[in-house]
């Protein structure tokens, strides 16, 4: 089996099996408990000590699904190397260290029939945005199976056609990676995530960079959504002067369910 190994444990999350358990463990617990499972979540991606208790908000939510979730579709922006279109792994399962999430082999091949899709291992090699989510993933459901997919420059409309190929029905859960604002002063950064939030919530489809880091896949995942008729709740937003207390640059952070 190939697999590919934690890149960013012991920097943006314990590297520890017994002390990644417990951070997740009580960042969940600090979340308010969910109700119905959604179909997607959006969640962000830095650190857990900074924008984990916002992720915790979506992943309680997911509690109801354990023993449903069966595969989880992933997507997040390519940070560390530049790319046109969607990227997809060649390995057969990521590591954490919490364990092996195998590859759902044959939702990846539906992917690489689509626009836009290619496989990369270096897209993947060290990007943090998708890594982030596993042990979240690995807590809350039972066994489930992953596609992965990083996404740089893309039209809306080529993300929304891979997330419609692998919809799937109840067993499979949709999950965009993505923060907010970047590098902006405390005040200004919550209008800017206040004015992004109302967007997101009508369903636009129209987001940039400089609103959310994971601008392409949240506009692919918006169109979808009107398509299927889900609707959004915000279930939090902050950033990280909240979390660290240095509010002169600060990252922001959301999350949201669709249902």
Not at 7 to 31: D, I, K, W
Not at 50 to 65: C, I, K, M, N, V
Not at 140 to 153: A, E, N, T
Not at 225 to 237: F, I, N, P, S
Request: glycine share 8%; aromatic share 6%.
């Amino acid at each position: 089996m190939r697999a590919r190994p934690a890149a960013v444990a012991g920097m943006f999350y314990p590297a520890e099996t017994a002390a990644l358990e417990r951070a997740v463990e009580r960042l969940l617990a600090s979340a308010p408990p969910g109700g119905d499972t959604p179909k997607a979540i959006i969640a962000p991606h830095a650190g857990y000590q900074y924008s984990g208790p916002t992720a915790a908000y979506a992943y309680r939510l997911l509690e109801a699904g354990r023993s449903t979730i069966r595969r989880v579709v992933l997507l997040g922006p390519a940070h560390r190397v530049y790319l046109q279109g969607m990227a997809v792994p060649s390995v057969d399962a990521f590591t954490t260290p919490l364990g092996d999430v195998p590859i759902d082999a044959d939702g990846v091949r539906k992917a690489l029939d689509m626009r836009g899709v290619q496989t990369s291992d270096d897209a993947h090699a060290q990007e943090h945005s998708l890594e982030v989510h596993l042990p979240f993933l690995q807590t809350v459901l039972d066994d489930f199976s992953l596609v992965p997919i990083v996404v740089g420059v893309c039209p809306a409309e080529d993300v929304e056609a891979v997330l419609e190929a692998l919809w799937g029905g109840d067993e499979t859960l949709i999950v965009v990676s993505s923060d907010l604002s970047h590098f902006h002063k405390y005040a200004e950064a919550r209008e800017i995530d206040e004015h992004t939030t109302e967007r997101i919530e009508a369903r636009e489809s129209t987001l940039h960079g400089e609103d959310a880091c994971g601008a392409y896949a949240i506009n692919g995942l918006m169109l979808a959504a009107k398509v299927r008729g889900l609707e959004v709740r915000t279930l939090d937003v902050r950033n990280s002067g909240d979390t660290s207390g240095d509010r002169h640059r600060v990252v922001g952070y959301g999350a949201y369910a669709l249902a």
